[in-house]
């Protein structure tokens, strides 16, 4: 009988370094910018994880300020991840080309209600689409009768108003003249087209290396799955604006993933869709023929996931990543490594690889702006995180990503844990230095970009007295690094 074995090592990223190579490169002068899919670039490669306890619309808000994209998840219900996703979407922008209005004849109680619920201060008051007016805080800040009609409160003389093609430079001169913070844009007709804000601009300085679509938006993706209630999901984040969808499962290599990537696809020709979990070249491949625009690579490789123990299925994760980048870049389309990533070297090893962008979940869910509970344990700060398939997120919805959608709650079989990592402040400091390390390693390997890394950085295979070498040893570590800690290894 032929054997079932294959005798072939599987290496993840412990196992290997990367070599040092002549440069002329210095850290600062690399790029980081990277492809997510043939349409859409990042600025730098990092995307957060599609996981109830890392991206929701804050975590998502800060990735894209900082140049990446979060992936907003799926554990909740359809309005709830629409409602998300708009809410980054109207976060900041250029140009705001749908922004939230109130009419004249709805009440005070009601313009107070939905500048809380969008973290505004004003709002143009259209009539028909006709703009008569705008009401801000400052209106109606002392006004006690909340009965009281918009259109007795509102500005609706001496507007000041530009055309649809007004740049932003000609707004910011007009705000500052005028003394005003929102300048409202009308078409020919005199109907409410856009709105500018000295915020967006403030913000457009702020943060210059923001991840914005071609209307000057925040990007953002979405998790879906392949339940039931996939094609609505999907119809309703296209009218929220999304940039792309992940269809995010535990074995994307499988019919029923392949069949909602071509239906999809089908039905949406234009929608960028990221697909996956794969650990293998033919997964890649099939994802890719059926018409992902993105593959996205890790089984069993996550901090809080356990398949490779309960299943006794994955890839080391390294060796996953070159298998499907062999397959990918032949048909010119972006990877994604998805897991086991504990340090910058970590990601600077996946992108070595040839992996174009990585994801997080457990780095990033300490961060101010994950959704996990903020715990006090033994005189120290924690932050709650779980896997997609521990028992808790599956009794959720996330069942149908382990093919369990249909599974009675007691008969679940989870695939992951729940536990609480260290809170570590805002992502913005977290990033930095993950990008500092990505950008060392370039320039120890002499590459100027992520496309040039991916093709001539080489790697050596290393024993685990080379592991135990590669960390800090025979000293006592009395002050922790911001991008290193003892217990992480």
Same mark, same amino acid.
């Given at each position: 009988?032929?054997?079932?074995?294959?005798?072939?090592?599987?290496?993840?990223?412990?196992?290997?370094?990367?070599?040092?190579?002549?440069?002329?490169?210095?850290? *600062?002068?690399?790029?980081?910018?990277?492809?997510?899919?043939?349409?859409?670039?990042?600025?730098?490669?990092?995307?957060?994880?599609?996981?109830?306890?890392?991206?929701?619309?804050?975590?998502?808000?800060?990735?894209?300020?900082?140049?990446?994209?979060?992936?907003?998840?799926?554990?909740?219900?359809?309005?709830?991840?629409?409602?998300?996703?708009?809410? =980054?979407?109207?976060?900041?922008?250029?140009?705001?080309?749908?922004?939230?209005?109130?009419?004249?004849?709805?009440?005070?109680?009601?313009?107070?209600?939905?500048?809380?619920?969008?973290?505004?201060?004003?709002?143009?008051?259209?009539?028909?689409?006709?703009?008569?007016?705008?009401?801000?805080?400052?209106?109606?800040?002392?006004?006690?009768?909340?009965?009281?009609?918009?259109?007795?409160?509102?500005?609706?003389?001496?507007?000041?108003?530009?055309?649809?093609?007004?740049?932003?430079?000609?707004?910011?001169?007009?705000?500052?003249?005028?003394?005003?913070?929102?300048?409202?844009?009308?078409?020919?007709?005199?109907?409410?087209?856009?709105?500018?804000?000295? *915020?967006?601009?403030?913000?457009?300085?702020?943060?210059?290396?923001?991840?914005?679509?071609?209307?000057?938006?925040?990007?953002?993706?979405?998790?879906? %799955?392949?339940?039931?209630?996939?094609?609505?999901?999907?119809?309703?984040?296209?009218?929220?604006? =999304?940039? $792309?969808?992940?269809?995010?499962?535990?074995?994307?290599?499988?019919?029923?993933?392949?069949?909602?990537?071509?239906?999809? *696809?089908?039905?949406?020709?234009?929608?960028?869709?990221?697909?996956?979990?794969?650990?293998?070249?033919?997964?890649?491949?099939?994802?890719?023929?059926?018409?992902?625009?993105?593959?996205?690579?890790?089984?069993?490789?996550?901090?809080?996931?356990?398949?490779?123990?309960?299943?006794?299925?994955?890839?080391?994760?390294?060796?996953?990543?070159?298998?499907? =980048?062999?397959?990918?870049?032949?048909?010119?389309?972006?990877?994604?490594?998805?897991? %086991?990533?504990?340090?910058?070297?970590?990601?600077?090893?996946?992108?070595?690889? %040839?992996?174009?962008?990585?994801?997080?979940?457990?780095?990033?869910?300490?961060?101010?702006?994950?959704?996990?509970?903020?715990?006090?344990?033994?005189?120290?700060?924690?932050?709650?995180?779980?896997?997609?398939?521990?028992?808790?997120?599956?009794?959720?919805?996330?069942?149908?990503?382990?093919?369990?959608?249909? $599974?009675?709650?007691?008969?679940?079989?989870?695939?992951?844990?729940? %536990?609480?990592?260290?809170?570590?402040?805002?992502?913005?400091?977290?990033?930095?230095?993950?990008?500092?390390?990505?950008?060392?390693?370039?320039?120890?390997?002499?590459?100027?970009?992520?496309?040039?890394?991916?093709?001539?950085?080489?790697?050596?295979?290393?024993?685990?007295?080379?592991?135990?070498?590669?960390?800090?040893?025979?000293?006592?570590? =009395?002050?922790?690094?911001?991008?290193?800690?003892?217990?992480?290894?």
């Amino acid at each position: 009988m032929e054997s079932k074995i294959k005798f072939r090592k599987g290496y993840t990223f412990d196992d290997v370094l990367l070599v040092p190579q002549k440069s002329k490169i210095l850290p *600062k002068e690399t790029v980081l910018t990277t492809r997510l899919t043939n349409e859409i670039d990042l600025n730098i490669p990092i995307i957060s994880a599609a996981m109830d306890t890392v991206t929701e619309e804050d975590m998502a808000i800060a990735m894209a300020r900082e140049g990446g994209i979060g992936v907003i998840h799926k554990n909740c219900s359809i309005e709830s991840q629409k409602y998300m996703v708009d809410k =980054v979407k109207r976060s900041e922008s250029g140009m705001i080309l749908n922004p939230v209005t109130v009419r004249p004849s709805q009440n005070i109680k009601e313009a107070r209600n939905i500048m809380s619920e969008f973290r505004i201060s004003g709002l143009p008051v259209v009539n028909d689409d006709k703009l008569v007016g705008i009401i801000t805080n400052r209106d109606i800040r002392f006004q006690v009768d909340g009965n009281l009609e918009v259109s007795a409160c509102m500005t609706s003389e001496n507007l000041i108003t530009v055309p649809l093609e007004t740049s932003l430079e000609d707004a910011e001169k007009l705000l500052h003249e005028h003394r005003i913070e929102k300048l409202l844009v009308v078409n020919e007709e005199g109907d409410l087209a856009g709105l500018i804000t000295v *915020k967006d601009i403030k913000k457009k300085q702020q943060y210059p290396n923001a991840c914005k679509d071609r209307n000057g938006r925040l990007r953002v993706a979405a998790a879906v %799955g392949v339940s039931g209630d996939t094609e609505e999901r999907v119809k309703e984040l296209i009218y929220a604006n =999304v940039d $792309t969808i992940v269809v995010d499962t535990a074995h994307g290599h499988s019919k029923g993933v392949l069949d909602t990537i071509s239906q999809l *696809k089908a039905q949406n020709s234009n929608l960028s869709i990221i697909a996956g979990n794969v650990a293998t070249g033919y997964g890649a491949e099939a994802l890719i023929d059926a018409g992902a625009d993105c593959v996205k690579v890790g089984i069993g490789a996550g901090a809080s996931c356990t398949t490779r123990i309960v299943a006794g299925v994955g890839v080391p994760q390294l060796t996953a990543i070159m298998d499907a =980048v062999n397959i990918a870049k032949k048909k010119n389309i972006p990877v994604i490594a998805d897991g %086991g990533l504990r340090y910058s070297g970590d990601i600077a090893k996946a992108l070595a690889a %040839g992996a174009d962008t990585i994801m997080l979940g457990s780095v990033l869910a300490g961060m101010d702006e994950s959704p996990g509970e903020t715990i006090l344990y033994e005189g120290r700060q924690y932050k709650t995180f779980r896997g997609m398939g521990s028992m808790g997120a599956m009794e959720e919805g996330s069942g149908d990503r382990y093919f369990q959608e249909d $599974t009675d709650n007691k008969k679940l079989v989870p695939e992951g844990i729940e %536990g609480m990592v260290p809170f570590r402040g805002p992502v913005k400091n977290t990033i930095h230095q993950l990008t500092g390390g990505i950008k060392a390693s370039l320039g120890y390997c002499g590459c100027k970009n992520i496309d040039e890394f991916g093709r001539k950085s080489e790697f050596i295979e290393i024993t685990s007295a080379g592991v135990r070498e590669s960390h800090p040893h025979e000293v006592r570590i =009395v002050k922790e690094a911001p991008n290193y800690s003892p217990s992480d290894n």
